[in-house]
């Protein structure tokens, strides 16, 4: 297992989320809600995905049912949220953020499962950063507090893909390709339109 300073593990965005994205999503919350929702779902099977596919790796395994099983319970918390407003499920609407940057993934194994961890690091990242913008402009209450506690795990979860990266690869090539996509990523949000979406 390789050891890694902690600090060198981090994820550090290169692109602030404009206050223009903010007040779009305040002023219509509840479109927001309807793909928070599908958001946390689709974060739940992607989880699973990864522990099928990596069945032979004990510590994604183990990491990923967790992390399935923690945005499976954000799903079930959005949906209480959206009931009380009288909103119900959608279909999937296309993410063109996420599938950008899993257009980002290389092929080769070792390539591919590299890039799927930092990626999903980076998702995680951008969507802490957003929902901590939410939770700053929402006024007190249990609504304010709900995004905040959701910040904070998604502050774990970009930590933790990173980490467990650590453990198949080298800090210099973790390095070098996180730097990359980052820059990619700074890139793509910078070119979104503002919506009321995460992404």
């Keep these: 297992m390789t050891l890694i300073h902690e600090a ?27 793909d928070h929702a599908g958001a946390e779902k689709k974060a739940s099977g992607m989880a699973m995905s990864m522990a099928l596919h990596y069945a032979d790796k004990p510590d994604i395994v183990s990491a990923m049912i967790d992390l399935s099983i923690e945005e499976l319970d954000h799903f079930r918390e959005v949906v209480k949220l959206m009931t009380a407003r009288g909103l119900r499920l959608q279909k999937d609407a296309r993410d063109a953020y996420v599938n950008q940057l899993r257009q980002q993934l290389r092929n080769g194994r070792a390539h591919y499962f590299l890039d799927r961890l930092l990626v999903g690091g980076i998702i995680e990242a951008r969507g802490a950063e957003r929902f901590g913008l939410i939770a700053e402009a929402l006024p007190p209450g249990s609504l304010k507090d709900f995004y905040r506690d959701i910040t904070r795990s998604e502050d774990r979860h970009r930590d933790l893909f990173v980490k467990l990266a650590a453990n198949y690869f080298d800090q210099s090539e973790i390095t070098r390709r996180v730097d990359e996509l980052l820059d990619f990523e700074a890139m793509l949000v910078r070119g979104l339109p503002h919506r009321p979406a995460l992404h």
């Design 8 to 34: 060198a593990l981090m994820i550090s965005l290169r692109y602030a989320t404009s206050s223009a994205w903010t007040e779009t999503v305040l002023t219509d919350f509840d479109a927001f809600l309807l």
